[in-house]
């Protein structure tokens, strides 16, 4: 049984940076496409980023060139570096995996962690 827990979210006053962790276990994590999720109040959850297997990255618009996703095989983690923050990335965010190559890596999740960006 595949387990991710995140780490790292709270409070963060806008143009600031926080750094989430999750970590894996009970697969073979270095096969496995990794991605971040957040979830708005009454919205569903939308892929952030993604990682392959090999480390290729992948952001959608929003948060291209200010969060950097990065894995450490060794340490079956993924981190999301979140930078120049601003409200509106304000949300739940949740870590999700799968061993399919899929820009969805939607099999496993995460509790999430909340993420709150506020002066």
């Known amino acids: 049984q595949v387990q991710l827990v995140e780490s790292g979210g709270g409070l963060v006053q806008p143009g600031g940076s926080l750094k989430l962790a999750c970590v894996a276990s009970?697969?073979?994590?270095?096969?496995?496409?990794m991605g971040w999720y957040r979830q708005f109040p009454e919205k569903e959850r939308a892929l952030v980023a993604l990682i392959s297997a090999s480390g290729y990255p992948y952001y959608t618009d929003a948060v291209k060139l200010r969060f950097t996703i990065s894995r450490d095989n060794d340490k079956t983690t993924i981190y999301l570096q979140m930078d120049s923050v601003n409200p509106g990335d304000t949300a739940i965010y949740y870590c999700?995996?799968?061993?399919?190559?899929?820009?969805?890596?939607?099999?496993?999740w995460g509790r999430g962690t909340h993420v709150t960006v506020s002066p």
């Open positions: 009970g697969g073979a994590f270095e096969n496995y496409t």
């Open positions: 999700a995996g799968t061993p399919r190559i899929s820009y969805q890596p939607n099999d496993y």
